[in-house]
């Protein structure tokens, strides 16, 4: 199996005493509106498209998602280091995170894993605030440069064998999306090898303190399309301009 990463990555779920404790914090003001990672359940349905999605819900803090990101990264011998911060950034992660994390949370929100056929899969993460996920997205396309004037990476699944051979990586607007007016939307999009898949595309949503990330591994021989995967990231959008 040709892979990148583990697409559906484990979570740890939140306990029942803590969605409790976050349902019945007042809210607050309409122009301090902080969207919590527990409120991200529910962005999509099982029925949303035309494949069954896994709607299995959990929350994980930066604390253990990071680490998890760099040991896979150095677990399959990633390769340049200048690819490194692109890798991270495509789950919502900045490599600096790893020693210094703060109190964001991420939400693993839906998926679907059909085995050697690719996947989809719904992240999303609860900035600190509106500036901070700004700032995280604002730095997507520094990182794919660099990583382009790299020439790309690759990831090995065994000594000497890759796994995962990418020889670009591109970010642009999702301008292919009908969303709403206060949601922003980046795609970033790495150039895979011949025979590794046919492409990996992550849309990354913005709406206040929340970044989404709806990414796809399409293979040849794929029971979904990318064109299924926008309606999934404008479903998701139009969700997440009702959090407010």
């Not at 902080?34 to 299995?56: C, K, N, P, S, Y």
């Not at 693993?108 to 900035?127: C, E, K, Q």
Request: proline share 5%.
């Amino acid at each position: 199996m040709r892979f990148r990463r583990p697409i559906a990555g484990a979570t740890v779920l939140l306990s029942a005493a803590v969605l409790c404790a976050c349902s019945a914090s007042p809210e607050p003001p309409p122009d301090a509106r902080h969207i919590a990672a527990a409120e991200f359940e529910g962005l999509v349905h099982a029925d949303d498209i035309g494949v069954a999605l896994d709607v299995a819900f959990g929350v994980e803090p930066l604390a253990l998602k990071a680490p998890s990101m760099q040991s896979f990264w150095e677990e399959s011998n990633g390769s340049p280091d200048e690819c490194r911060d692109s890798y991270f950034a495509s789950a919502l992660v900045r490599p600096g995170e790893v020693a210094a994390p703060n109190d964001d949370e991420f939400a693993d929100v839906a998926g679907y894993y059909p085995g050697d056929d690719g996947a989809i899969n719904v992240t999303a993460r609860s900035f600190a605030s509106e500036d901070a996920a700004t700032a995280f997205m604002d730095a997507i396309d520094g990182a794919a440069a660099a990583c382009n004037a790299a020439g790309g990476y690759e990831l090995y699944q065994a000594e000497g064998v890759v796994g995962w051979a990418v020889t670009a990586v591109s970010v642009g607007r999702a301008d292919q999306l009908a969303l709403p007016e206060d949601v922003t939307a980046l795609e970033q999009e790495e150039t895979v090898a011949p025979g590794y898949a046919v492409g990996y595309r992550v849309t990354m949503l913005q709406f206040d303190n929340a970044v989404v990330a709806v990414t796809a591994q399409l293979h040849t021989t794929s029971t979904f399309t990318f064109d299924q995967v926008d309606d999934l990231a404008e479903i998701v959008g139009e969700r997440l301009a009702k959090l407010r």
